[in-house]
């Protein structure tokens, strides 16, 4: 399974759409609601947990999501570490479930792959000084290819 969060962000005009029973019925994907903020004829924001047989189902519900107009952006885009406070004791590797956080030997230095996070948050309150972030109410300037 292939299992990644997304925040979506669609127009006023899409929220009356059925568009999460498309992305089961049609291209075979799961999902979890994790975080909803939609009113009738308002943008509205969705933090989802899509989950397919493969990344191309999950990439293909993407582009169809796209189609009409709602944006899409990996959760993990808003986890950050803030290097000037974390000191390097592991703690966030031994929670990670896909390794995005490891230590790097022979140097014990804790390495974030930001590409391989999925967005959980786990690591987020096990750090002791709270190097880890989740920012989702932030706007953030993003990199064009996260939101699209």
Request: charged share 30%; proline share 5%.
């Amino acid at each position: 399974m292939y299992t990644q969060i997304y925040i979506l962000r669609f127009p006023k005009d899409t929220s009356d759409k059925p568009f999460i029973y498309k992305l089961v019925k049609e291209y075979d994907i799961e999902f979890n609601i994790l975080k909803a903020d939609i009113l009738l004829q308002r943008e509205g924001v969705m933090i989802l947990e899509l989950k397919g047989s493969n990344k191309a189902s999950v990439e293909a519900g993407l582009t169809f999501l796209k189609s009409l107009g709602v944006k899409t952006e990996r959760l993990a885009t808003r986890i950050r570490r803030d290097d000037d406070i974390c000191f390097q004791c592991g703690a966030c590797t031994g929670i990670c479930p896909v390794g995005a956080l490891y230590l790097r030997r022979p140097e014990m230095e804790v390495i974030f792959d930001a590409e391989k996070c999925t967005g959980c948050s786990l690591c987020v309150p096990i750090c002791p000084v709270r190097a880890m972030e989740l920012a989702i109410d932030r706007d953030w300037v993003l990199p064009e290819e996260t939101m699209a």
